[in-house]
């Protein structure tokens, strides 16, 4: 087995050098067939996403695989930002790249899909299909469980997805929880956006300008309402965003507290993104109201990136035990076919010569044929047996992959026999 | 103990048994949380105020005065005063939610007057230990339905106290949201409630039964009301006016440890039971 993963990404090279490098979607399938054809390459996979170019292959051992790459694929200019991982470093970087443990914001999902891509159009060009196609496979399932057994995804990291968050925790579920967004401004109506697609039924603007409002509806399916019955409105909606331009204070404690009476106790979110604020920062002090302002989302944001590298921790941990079994595996597959070409290498030379002396020893008595036979037998045993049980006990050795190659090449074993 | 008419008596339990329509009522209408029911529970409420009202007049005229001599007359008469009190307030401002509140606490009213009267003994002994096993279920069920209330009410408190500081420590990641908290422990709470109204019940019957009116005194028991009591005000208070929070929660607590009193108090059995 000669794994080698070769690559850059987006802790190695500027995204100048990344473009430079990625391999176009069209011409994914040309590159993977040109690259199995080149002798000694018997599989390959071609990650190509915007931040890492990455090329997974097998090879036979003999094989140079990284020159094979090299040769094919105009990386010299990128040379200085090139890594390259083989056998069990190989394995460990595709589980923590699918996991999503190498990407710029770790425990970003979509980085499993473009792997799971990847590994598609490989096998649709028919150059996976052997123990590489089983490791990415097996990364595929890595990466699941990484997501189910950490928390690693579950924690927003941006501000407009904290408030999502945040409404989750205070509500559970968004369904029947409509927003209203009072003023204007890009971060309310990302939030209200992520709000909308998280389950929340409606969404309503108002603005001074009742232009503008409807203007900024129309954007994203919401519904204008008239600023003057704005506080009608704070009666029935959940979920406040507020970033108007005024001086002071547009939502009062006192107002929000003869609202709550109203609302019969109903929880309430409300997120101030305005500077000067629109809300009185007393208002969170009221029973079931949550008021959070650009610099508490931003807190969240932070605590949530630390929980994430605590989790990520938590994943590099269950990902180190995945490749010790991939690798346990992979030499449980080796040894097996090893011991039995090395047998048969052996029988077949001293067969040879047994028929190469025969015809000098002249006429043998049965009994005389018989030793000989005992004694080549015996010598081959002899000089088999070492080699053999330390291949037997050496699979589980972390080296054992090397010391399976080293066998192969002393008595110039084939692939596969 | 013959101090009512027989035919007071007999008045007494049909008015009883129109109540525990209406206190069938309240408790659907917190379990469900929808109140079909209400006309029903309503007309029967209203014919069971008139036969209430003959049955304490026709008392009055046995004992040849005023019948607020005992226990069970006076609360006999405070029931007779709720119904009518909800019916006048219910006619001039139609607050439906008033109900929930007042249909136990007039039902329970009733059971208690009821009890004055001597009743047969049980038809037989094995009627009389599945009443008692019946009882004990009922109320065991219900302690466990506000023991879950408590653990919701706790985390609901932490979750809370985690939000309202917008620092987010562990608990924030771990416990579940509020809302599904808060939504736990009014369903906990509605099923213990009614739990432990029929507990209460079956307990009252069976207590009346084999002891005359001694088990009255007993601690256990006005725990035990006490306990209902609290519950009643919390799911009403939640029904009427959606209270909920912090302090609901604290009272959910309160409301827990009252009902773990109730039922340790003198481990676990009444202290008439020998």
Redesign the interface.
């Known amino acids: 087995m000669n794994l080698l993963v070769l690559g850059l990404s987006h802790k190695t090279a500027p995204v100048e050098v990344r473009e430079r490098m990625a391999v176009p979607e069209e011409g994914l399938a040309e590159a993977l067939s040109s690259l199995v054809a080149q002798p000694g390459i018997a599989e390959a996979m071609i990650l190509s996403t915007c931040n890492r170019v990455e090329f997974a292959v097998r090879a036979e051992p003999e094989t140079d695989a990284g020159a094979v790459i090299r040769s094919l694929f105009p990386l010299d200019p990128a040379e200085r930002h090139l890594y390259q991982h083989a056998q069990r470093d190989a394995i460990r970087h595709l589980f923590r790249v699918a996991s999503s443990l190498d990407s710029m914001v770790v425990g970003e999902s979509q980085i499993l899909g473009q792997v799971k891509d990847a590994c598609a159009a490989a096998r649709a060009a028919g150059t996976l299909g052997g123990p590489l196609d089983e490791i990415l496979n097996r990364a595929l399932s890595v990466a699941k469980r990484v997501r189910t057994e950490t928390?690693i995804g579950?924690?927003a990291v941006s501000v407009s997805y904290v408030a999502v968050e945040?409404a989750?925790?205070?509500?559970?579920?968004l369904d029947g929880h409509t927003v209203l967004i009072l003023g204007s401004g890009k971060m309310s109506e990302l939030a209200a956006r992520h709000l909308r697609r998280s389950g929340a039924p409606a969404v309503f603007v108002a603005n001074r300008t009742w232009e503008r409002a409807v203007e900024m509806a129309a954007r994203f399916e919401g519904r204008p309402v008239p600023f003057e019955q704005l506080f009608e409105f704070l009666a029935h909606v959940d979920i406040v965003i507020s970033s108007t331009g005024a001086p002071g204070f547009l939502i009062t404690r006192e107002r929000v507290q003869s609202l709550m009476?109203a609302?019969?106790?109903?929880?309430m979110f409300l997120i101030d993104i305005a500077v000067p604020r629109d809300i009185d920062p007393g208002v969170?002090k009221i029973?079931?109201v949550?008021l959070?302002d650009i610099d508490?989302l931003e807190?969240?944001a932070d605590?949530?990136r630390r929980?994430r590298e605590r989790e990520a921790e938590r994943a590099e941990a269950i990902v180190e035990a995945e490749v010790d079994r991939a690798m346990a595996r992979l030499k449980a597959q080796d040894v097996t076919p090893t011991i039995a070409s090395l047998q048969a290498e052996l029988e077949r030379v001293r067969r040879a010569e047994i028929e190469r002396l025969r015809g000098r020893l002249g006429d043998l008595t049965p009994e005389q044929e018989q030793a000989i036979e005992t004694l080549t037998r015996g010598i081959v045993n002899k000089i088999a047996h070492t080699p053999i049980t330390q291949l037997k006990t050496l699979a589980s050795h972390p080296d054992g992959l090397h010391f399976i190659d080293v066998i192969r090449r002393v008595f110039n074993l084939k692939e596969n026999p | 103990m013959v101090c009512m008419g027989e035919t007071s008596v007999f008045w007494l339990r049909v008015t009883l048994t129109l109540y525990s329509l209406g206190l069938g009522h309240a408790l659907l209408t917190v379990i469900r949380r929808r109140q079909r029911l209400f006309p029903v529970a309503l007309a029967s409420f209203a014919i069971a105020a008139v036969f209430h009202l003959v049955s304490i007049v026709e008392e009055g005229m046995t004992l040849g005065r005023f019948p607020v001599v005992n226990l069970h007359q006076s609360s006999s008469l405070i029931g007779l005063l709720i119904t009518v009190l909800f019916l006048i307030v219910y006619w001039r401002y139609k607050y439906e939610s008033l109900a929930v509140f007042v249909f136990p606490i007039v039902f329970v009213l009733t059971l208690i007057a009821s009890l004055g009267h001597p009743v047969q003994p049980w038809a037989s002994p094995a009627l009389r230990s599945s009443w008692l096993f019946l009882h004990v279920v009922l109320a065991l069920l219900g302690y466990a339905a506000l023991f879950l209330t408590c653990v919701a009410a706790v985390m609901y408190l932490i979750q809370e106290r985690e939000l309202k500081s917008k620092k987010p420590r562990a608990f924030y990641y771990r416990l579940p949201p509020l809302g599904t908290l808060d939504e736990m422990s009014y369903r906990t709470m509605a099923a213990g409630f009614a739990l432990i109204t029929l507990g209460l019940i079956t307990g009252s019957f069976w207590a009346f039964i084999e002891w005359g009116t001694r088990w009255v005194v007993d601690p256990k028991i006005i725990l035990a009301f006490v306990t209902w009591g609290i519950y009643l005000a919390m799911i009403f208070t939640r029904w009427t006016i959606g209270w909920r929070g912090r302090k609901a929660a604290y009272f959910a607590i309160a409301g827990s440890c009252c009902a773990a009193l109730t039922w340790m108090v003198d481990r676990g059995v009444h202290s008439f039971v020998p």
């Open positions: 928390g579950q924690m945040l989750r925790k205070i509500f559970g579920s009476a609302r019969k106790n109903r929880p969170n029973d079931n949550f959070y508490d807190q969240v605590a949530n929980q």
